[in-house]
Structure formats: C-alpha cells, structure tokens
C-alpha cells in the first residue's frame, strides 16, 4: 500500500440561520443576544467553515469550524486566507496520520491561527479514520463511554421565561443546567433562586457572565449566589483580563473558567497557573483541534480539574465534541454542553446524531462517523468552495 498523503483541501464558507423558535426567543431578551455581550449586531445563526482533506488515494477527512465574531475575532474568510496563503504550504503532501508532525510544522511557521489549525487538525482525524476504517475516537485512547451526558442551556432572559424553558429540558430528562446571568446583582440573585427552586437540589448548576462585570463586582456577584450551590461560574470579567480573574477566584470558593478569553494551550496554561479559573473549558477551535484538546484535558486532569467541552456546532463538529467527550470521559468530571443540534435550522450531516433524555450516543462508523450532506454544503454556502493544491 502506498502512503497516504493529504494531496488537496476545499474550503467552504456558510451560514445556517438559528430554528426560527430560537430567533423568536433570543429577539423576545434585552439585546436579543440572550447574554451580556454588548455586540451590536444582531445574532441570527452561525458562521462555519467547512474543510475537506483529500488525500492521494481520494479518501476525505472532513471538519468544521465555528465562529462568532464577538467571541472569536476571526470570520470565516480569516480562516479560509490563513489556510489558503499559508498553512496548506505545511499539510500538502504530508501523511495525515503524522498529525504531531503537522501541527509542528504549523506552528513553526504560522503563529497564532488556532482556529484554522484547529480545522485542519479535526479533519486530519476523520481521514485517519475513514483511510483505516476506524472511529476517530480508536486515535484519542479509545472509548470509555457509549453515551454522554449534556447541559441544557439557557438563555439571559426574563426569569419567568428562563425558569420556563428550565422545565422543559428537566422534563426532557437534563440533568445539568448553565444559566446566563450578568444584568445585575439583584437579577443574577433571582434567576438563580427561581432556576435552584425549578430543579431542586439534586441538579448541577453552573452560570456564565459572558463578561459582565469588573473584577470587584464579579466577586460580590459571585458571593451572592454560591448559597444556591453553583459547579462554576464562566467568564465573569473581560475576556484577557487574567488578571482580573485571578482577583475574583482568589476571593470566591466557585471555581471560575475562561471562555471568551481563552484560544492557545498557553493561555490555558497561564491562567491555571496565574490560579485565576479551577475548570477549563474546550471547545473544538480552542485550543486548537483535537491535539491540542487531548494536551488540555491532560493537563487539567494532572491539575485536579474539571473539564467542560463546549460549543454549539453542526453535525461534524457535534460528532468530534462526541468522540472527544467518548476517549477523555474519566476525566471530564462535567456534563459536556452541546446545543448545535437545538439551534441551527440544519446540522449538514445526512443521518442525524442520535440524542435522547439528556443523553448524546457516541456515532460509530469511520472518523467521526458521521456523513457530509452536499446538498446541505450547497444551500448553505455564502461563497463558493475553493480547492487547493501543491
Ligand atoms: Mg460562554
């Protein structure tokens, strides 16, 4: 057998509106973002680059990226030039199973970019799979899970509204809950009594700012709600004030974790260090694929943390969440929050991922066992595909 090699890449854009009950709801909050962020553009759906790598033998590898401009400072197009103009010079050619190699030659010479790396290294990993005939997850350590628990997640609105909607995913069968908060004191108080008396004391709560306050605030903030019993608090100061962080967990018993100002392992590193968060969160662009997820997880664990996987993606990066969650379960310690699937009008996979009473199964089948819908890729499309050779 010939080795594999990766001989070209295809890129393409899209947008894929929110379901139409999650525009209603989101118009129905304060900034109609159903969290604190101040961005002043309204948010409708999500922005995803989706990547394919062919290698010499026509097997495709495929990824997805996520992005949200207020959150990660890079658009699709930013994705699409740093891999056209310059990361495909250093995964043209190579074999996709050497992916330390890849990653290597990446950051040597290509700084930052963690989220055009990190789709590169996503879709690295279904081509290993599909080329091998294996679940990517056989590629992270194996499987310690054949399902895994979520986290509902609820939007910055009225209470009543939020208590609502807390319900109906209890009744659905979640058994872990993150609220948004970040209006007031006073507010951020009554919508964490009204969602602890819906749930009862036998539920996990956490809660995410999404920057809300500074530093002293977020302390007395923070302090006003541990009676209700919360598993982390997510963001409460701007996003690179690491310093700010440090000053709030240093007085607050709630272990805090970084979202929005979190992109590198480095960073992730500094800020344990700094003793400025107590869980770190993962999505699949940050810190960079599944590489550098595996290197964060681990160290987390070596830490004594807790690990939240997090995003809201398509079918693709839904399914490599899954795998990821699947290899690295014993050492999570939380409910992974994967809510793509509740608000994006299309997932763009042909079979749909399998979720139930709280719980997702884990695909099976090649990679990440799940299959690109091209007519899906097509209508959703906000540019066409380019392809890129050597
Ligand atoms: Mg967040």
Redesign the pocket.
Known sequence: MTEARIKSIELTPIHVPFKEYVKKALLETEGGLGMAIPSEEEWLGGDFVICKLISNDGTIGIGESFVWLPETGVSPAQIIDAIKNALSGYVLGENPFNIEKIIKRMDNNVSRSEVAKGLIDIACYDLMGKIANKPAYEFMGGKCADEIPLCALIPLADPMLMRGLTKSYLKKGFKTFRIKLGRSIPEDIEITETIRKAIGDDVRLRV?Y?QAYDPNIAVRAIKAIEPFGIDFA??PVDKDDYIGMQYVQKRVDTPLMS??GCFSLRDIITLVELGAIGVVGINSERPGGTTNAIKAINYAEMKGMGVVL?NQPLGIASAWQIHLAAAKFHSLGHAMELFGDEMMEDDLIKTPLNYKGGMIQVPEGSGWGVELDEEALEKYATEPTISIKK
Do not use: A, I, P, S
Request: without cysteine; proline residues 0%; hydrophobic residues 0%.
């Open positions: 995410d999404n997510e963001q979202h929005e997090h």
